[in-house]
């Protein structure tokens, strides 16, 4: 019976973690480029019951009475790279990525210290240099700083401010008919080397390889999350009737465990 418990308990523990990331997905249903989240649980592993001080198989396995359940556990949490939905805005320093592949950041921390992040977040802004920067202020690099993973003013996307700007398919941007500078946009060849990083954005593993990205920019775009708010309503619904039940099974353990104690251990 005690062993219901730590069934119980486990199934509960397992459910509020994918109500974490659950309550995740949706508070980031509305962010730019954001890939949900979702968890699989697996079971322990399977004993068998034996007999107390059986000796009849000695030597031997012992002479089982039946299979019982230890509980779950959180088997994995993994990332959905599904693309999300395009969102026009017109502006011309929006830009979507359509397939496999990540903007290549230059990120500041609070510290000071500077080092390469990644991003389907595509909302950028130009500043009066020239820069083209993400909402909250880091340089986006261009193609020769994103691929040999390098930083500083060189590897910066620049432009003329003063002038109207066209951003290709392949990420040249072009002012005046001429090339002036090339958004760096990479991809990676396994994405079990990324870990989310925090404020949108990713960072690499060491072991993971950085690769040329076939994606197509869309300029005047953005990226929508890939959280569809109804399925998570629905999967969070599912996870509190689980977690009820856990609860019900316990509180039934609980009071079967009484009258063991207070009734028959009386007679």
């Known amino acids: 019976m005690v062993k219901g418990l730590y069934t119980a308990y486990t199934g509960m523990v397992n459910e509020q973690r994918r109500m974490d990331i659950m309550t995740n997905n949706l508070a980031n249903s509305a962010t730019t480029g954001y890939k949900k989240e979702a968890m699989v649980a697996q079971a322990f592993d399977e004993r068998l019951a034996i007999k107390i001080k059986d000796t009849s198989s000695l030597g031997n396995r012992p002479e ?13 949490t993994y990332t959905n ?28 921390n609070k510290a000071g210290e500077t080092s390469i992040r990644y991003t389907r977040d595509g909302a950028f802004t130009v500043d009066t240099d020239g820069y083209l920067r993400t909402s909250d202020g880091d340089y986006v690099l261009n193609q020769e700083g994103a691929l040999n993973s390098l930083y500083g003013e060189d590897y910066y996307v620049q432009i003329d401010p003063n002038l109207e700007y066209a951003i290709a398919a ?17 991809d990676i060849a396994d994405y079990d080397y990324i870990n989310k990083y925090g404020e949108n954005l990713y960072t ?43 609860q019900k099974m ?12 207070n009734q028959v251990g009386q007679v």
Request: hydrophobic share 40%; proline share 2%; net charge negative.
């Open 250 to 261: 316990i509180q039934t353990e609980d009071a079967t465990l009484e009258k063991t104690v």
């Open 170 to 186: 392949d990420g040249t941007i072009s002012q005046n008919n001429e090339e002036v500078d090339t958004i760096g946009v990479i």
């Open 64 to 76: 089982g009475i039946g299979y019982m359940s230890l509980g779950a556990k959180i088997g994995e």
């Open 204 to 246: 690499l593993i060491p072991g993971g390889q950085i690769v040329e990205s076939d994606a197509i920019l869309e300029q005047g775009t953005l990226e929508s999350s890939n959280v569809n708010v109804v399925e998570e309503m629905v999967s969070m619904i599912q996870i509190a009737r689980a977690y009820e039940a856990g």
């Open 81 to 108: 790279w599904d693309q999300g939905g395009f969102q026009i805005t017109d502006k011309p320093s929006d830009v979507a990525i359509g397939g496999r592949g990540f903007f290549a950041i230059a990120f500041t």
